[in-house]
C-alpha cells in the first residue's frame, strides 16, 4: 500500500532542498527585489517590540528587522533554512528556532507583532496559520503579512494540483486571505501591492482595491488582533 501524503513532512523535505538557491537571492530580494518595500511598509503601522518573522528562510528579513530596533524571534521549518539564519547572527534580540506555522512552539500573546511573508500559503490548512498567529499575538497586536499575487510565478508551485497530484503549495487570492481574516475576528488596517517589472504606480492608483490585488506580484496585509 502506497503511503499517505504528509503535506508537514514533505514541505519540510523540499525547503530544506531550496535551501541554498534561496540563501544565493534573498538577500538581493529584500534590498532591491520584490521584498524590499515590506520593512518600510511593516514600520508605518509597527513601530518596535517584540516580532516573530514565521517563515523567516535564512533569516534576512529578520535582520533587517533587528537593525531597526525590533527583539526578533525567526522561524522557518526547514531546518537548513534556521541552521543558515543562526550562522548570519549571534545576538540576543534575535533567534531562529525550527517549527511549524500552523503549531508554533511560542506562548500565547507572546509577541507585539507579526511579520509572515510568503509562508501561509505554504501550508495544508492556512485557516490554522492565522489563528496560531493570532494566538502568539498580544490583543492589539499586528500582523504584517505577504501573499503571492495572481502574476507571480512561484505560484506554478501549486500549479500541479489541477492534475490531481500532491502539492505544498496552497495559493489564495489576496482578497481569499482578507475575506477569512475578517471572518475570524482580525481587523483590516491596510494593504500595499508589490508589482512587477513594467507596472508603475500610477498605472493602477485609480483602479480599485481587488482590480490592484489582480494585477500584484504580491499583496501585503497589516491585520490587527482584536483587543
Known amino acids: 500500500m502506497a503511503q499517505s501524503f504528509n503535506w508537514h513532512k514533505e514541505a519540510e523535505k523540499q525547503w530544506n532542498e531550496r535551501a541554498e538557491l534561496w540563501n544565493a537571492k534573498s538577500r538581493e530580494m529584500w534590498e532591491n527585489g520584490s521584498r524590499s518595500t515590506i520593512i518600510p511598509f511593516l514600520k508605518k503601522y509597527i513601530a518596535d517590540g517584540k516580532v516573530a ?3 523567516c528562510g535564512d ?9 531597526e530596533g525590533f527583539e526578533v524571534t525567526g522561524l522557518d521549518l526547514s531546518q537548513d533554512m534556521v541552521s543558515r539564519a543562526n550562522e548570519r547572527m549571534n545576538d540576543e534580540r534575535i533567534s531562529f528556532v525550527q517549527g511549524d506555522l500552523t ?4 506562548e500565547d500573546e507572546t509577541y507585539d507583532a507579526v511579520m509572515a511573508i510568503n509562508s501561509l500559503e505554504w501550508t495544508e490548512i492556512p485557516y490554522k ?5 493570532k494566538r502568539v499575538l498580544h490583543p492589539g497586536g499586528r500582523l504584517c503579512i505577504g501573499l503571492l499575487g495572481p502574476t507571480a510565478m512561484p505560484r ?11 502539492v505544498i503549495c496552497n495559493t489564495m487570492m489576496p482578497w481569499e486571505l482578507q475575506k477569512m481574516a475578517e471572518e475570524t475576528g482580525w481587523i483590516y ?35 490587527e488582533k482584536q483587543a
Open 53 to 55: 518573522d514565521l517563515g
Open 59 to 67: 533569516g534576512y528579513g529578520s535582520f533587517l528587522l533587528y537593525k
Open 103 to 106: 503549531n508554533l512552539p511560542f
Open 129 to 133: 496559520g492565522l489563528e496560531e498567529m
Open 156 to 166: 506554478i508551485n501549486s500549479f500541479r494540483r489541477v492534475y490531481g497530484e500532491e
Open 189 to 223: 488596517i491596510d494593504g500595499q501591492g508589490v508589482y512587477k517589472r513594467g507596472i508603475e504606480e500610477e498605472q493602477v492608483a485609480d483602479l480599485d482595491e481587488q482590480l490592484k490585488q489582480a494585477l500584484t506580484f504580491m499583496w501585503i496585509f497589516i491585520f
